[in-house]
């Protein structure tokens, strides 16, 4: 009898299961119909005549914005750009640009090591005038770029001023092909911990860190620190092979779910692993996203290493790609991804909003999973660390000197005239800005009249205009004029007052200039709150072990 009704109920539903397939198909044909109809009628009547790439470009990226933040489309003149995020890999001068409000130029912010722009002796700094007799001013990093970038083996003429002496120089360039490195630092930090940096999650990039790794334990590691912090993430698959590094064969890292049954996936360990005991901190921060929170989670999830730092991301999409007519290809969202436990840390809304993907989703409002050894984890809104370790926060004279777009050109400026003055510096583990240095730097602040509107100054003007709205301004000038005397913004003496910081991120910019990325990571190391916690608490193994416990 029961097996009788639920024939029923099944044949009774397919009905509604068709007619709501047809309602689907009707509004897509209708809608598509109307789409098309309205661009017929612009495209004929409308006073002025229409680019059709741009107009439909633009209905394209408004339907997907609608959407999640990762489904996108590329039209055939950007299909390289996403080849470049998945392999990392182009061809070009080998060298990251960014734009100079003050000169009106995109300047050469960082040479790449062994690359066609270090090669040829270009610095930072070096404002970018000319590509090919092309005149670059006042044009986009984006469009720089693109005409730095070429085929390998083909040649360029850049035009550059250098900054420290006003001369303009000609130099020849050979676009090479070039591989983004994946990992670019590793190294033993005491005699018994290494550090591997990993950056972004592309092709092969799992082969690097396990090379890395071999060659860490070959000079006697028996721990690790392994840094995904500002990793936004990448190929999935390489997630998986890395946590295969830690992790015996056979037991499942990720599983993938979707709309169609035929694309879920599980991704399991497959091959044996290279040690599945050393003790192993992962340092996280917001910006560690997609795959670098697969393998957090992952290893969290099966109590393999702790987890330190702030909460990441919280993108739990999987996303592929697809051709699409014309050469173009689609990344759309097809799955939400499972780690060990059978959390899914995604935030409930993925949706674009204005001010970016921001939401995360309050603990109270998720659920409870287990750890392989029953520790209680959750899901949603990112991988929390097992143990919290918040970075120094910056100084409001650290962050506009050195962080906000239109401010860097004093220190630019500064940067320049330094790398012309020293040819060479002591190694990255050792260099300093000593305080004749900083003396320098404080007058030549000083001399280029450099200024910044304070929080306070903010706060106060605001003050200010309220009590002259409400009429208190006038019986109470005396004492506003004192007190806004009492908190006159003075540049040297904030300089003064962070000393300790600002000359942290001066030798930050400066270094990079003579170690490239290397030395800039090796300096940073050695004042890196997390980095510290990390190797302190590998130091204790007791404490090691309760956190896992």
């Given at each position: 009898m029961k097996?009788?009704?639920?024939?029923?109920?099944?044949?009774?539903?397919?009905?509604?299961?068709?007619?709501?397939?047809?309602?689907?198909?009707?509004?897509?044909?209708?809608?598509?119909?109307?789409?098309?109809?309205?661009?017929?009628?612009?495209?004929?009547?409308?006073?002025?005549?229409?680019?059709?790439?741009?107009?439909?470009?633009?209905?394209?990226?408004?339907?997907?914005?609608?959407?999640?933040?990762?489904?996108?489309?590329?039209?055939?003149?950007?299909?390289?750009?996403?080849?470049?995020?998945v392999t990392?890999?182009?061809?070009?001068?080998?060298?990251?640009?960014?734009?100079?409000?003050?000169y009106n130029c995109s300047f050469i912010e960082e040479p790449y090591e062994n690359m066609p722009a270090a090669e040829a002796g270009l610095q930072k700094g070096d404002l970018v005038l000319a590509v090919d007799n092309e005149s670059m001013l006042g044009k986009s990093t984006q469009y720089v770029s693109e005409r730095l970038?070429?085929?390998?083996?083909?040649?360029?003429?850049?035009?550059?001023?250098?900054?420290?002496?006003g001369k303009e120089l000609k130099v020849k360039l050979v676009r090479k092909a070039i591989q983004m490195p994946s990992v670019p630092y590793y190294g033993m930090v005491n005699e018994n911990t290494g550090y591997i940096s990993l950056t972004s999650f592309t092709e092969d990039c799992s082969k690097d860190v396990r090379n890395a790794f071999i060659e860490l334990k070959k000079k006697g590691m028996k721990n690790l620190v392994f840094d995904l912090r500002n990793?936004?993430?990448?190929?999935?698959?390489?997630?998986?092979?890395?946590?295969?590094?830690?992790?015996?064969?056979?037991?499942?890292?990720?599983?993938?779910?979707?709309?169609?049954?035929?694309?879920?996936?599980?991704?399991?360990?497959?091959?044996?692993?290279?040690?599945?005991?050393?003790?192993?901190?992962?340092?996280?921060n917001g910006n560690s996203a997609s795959a670098s929170e697969i393998t957090s989670g992952a290893l969290q999830d099966l109590d393999r290493?702790?987890?330190?730092?702030?909460?990441?991301?919280?993108?739990?999409?999987?996303?592929?790609?697809?051709?699409?007519?014309?050469?173009?290809?689609?990344?759309?969202?097809?799955?939400?991804?499972?780690?060990?436990?059978?959390?899914?840390?995604?935030?409930?809304?993925?949706?674009?909003?204005?001010?970016?993907?921001?939401?995360?989703?309050?603990d109270s409002l998720t659920k409870v999973f287990y750890t392989a050894g029953g520790r209680e984890v959750r899901d949603g809104g990112g991988i929390k660390p097992d143990v919290e370790v918040r970075p120094d926060t910056a100084s409001t004279i650290q962050t506009y000197l050195f962080g906000v777009m239109d401010s860097t050109e004093t220190v630019l400026d500064y940067v320049a005239q330094y790398i012309a003055k020293h040819p060479t510096i002591a190694p990255a583990s050792e260099f300093e800005i000593s305080d004749e240095e900083y003396e320098d730097f404080k007058n030549f602040v000083a001399q280029h009249k450099y200024h910044f509107t304070s929080i306070t100054d903010r706060l106060w003007k605001q003050l200010v205009e309220a009590a002259k709205i409400e009429g208190y301004y006038d019986d109470a000038k005396t004492?506003?004029?004192?007190?806004?005397?009492?908190?006159?913004?003075?540049?040297?003496?904030?300089?003064?007052?962070?000393?300790?910081?600002?000359?942290?991120?001066?030798?930050?910019?400066?270094?990079?200039?003579?170690?490239?990325?290397?030395?800039?990571?090796?300096?940073?190391l050695r004042h890196d709150r997390q980095f510290s916690k990390a190797i302190e608490l590998l130091k204790s193994p007791a404490e090691y072990k309760k956190i896992l416990k």
């Open positions: 097996k009788i009704f639920f024939s029923l109920m099944i044949l009774l539903s397919l009905p509604v299961m068709a007619q709501k397939d047809k309602d689907h198909e009707f509004k897509i044909a209708k809608n598509l119909d109307v789409f098309s109809s309205i661009y017929k009628g612009l495209d004929m009547l409308y006073v002025d005549t229409l680019d059709a790439d741009t107009v439909i470009g633009n209905g394209i990226q408004a339907m997907l914005r609608s959407l999640d933040p990762y489904t996108e489309y590329y039209p055939e003149s950007e299909v390289q750009k996403l080849k470049m995020m990392g890999k182009y061809a070009g001068i080998g060298a990251l640009i960014r734009f100079s409000q003050k970038r070429g085929d390998a083996g083909t040649s360029l003429v850049l035009r550059v001023k250098r900054l420290s002496t990793n936004g993430g990448g190929l999935e698959q390489e997630a998986v092979n890395i946590v295969n590094m830690f992790v015996r064969k056979g037991v499942t890292v990720v599983s993938n779910r979707g709309k169609l049954k035929r694309m879920n996936r599980e991704y399991k360990t497959t091959v044996e692993p290279l040690d599945t005991i050393m003790p192993i901190v992962v340092l996280v290493a702790v987890i330190m730092g702030t909460r990441t991301f919280g993108k739990g999409l999987v996303q592929m790609t697809i051709d699409t007519p014309y050469n173009g290809n689609l990344k759309l969202t097809t799955n939400k991804y499972y780690i060990p436990s059978g959390r899914c840390i995604q935030a409930i809304n993925y949706k674009h909003n204005r001010g970016g993907y921001i939401e995360h989703v309050p004492e506003f004029d004192a007190f806004s005397k009492t908190l006159k913004h003075d540049m040297q003496r904030d300089l003064d007052l962070n000393k300790k910081d600002v000359k942290e991120a001066l030798a930050t910019t400066i270094i990079p200039a003579y170690y490239f990325q290397r030395g800039g990571i090796i300096y940073a």
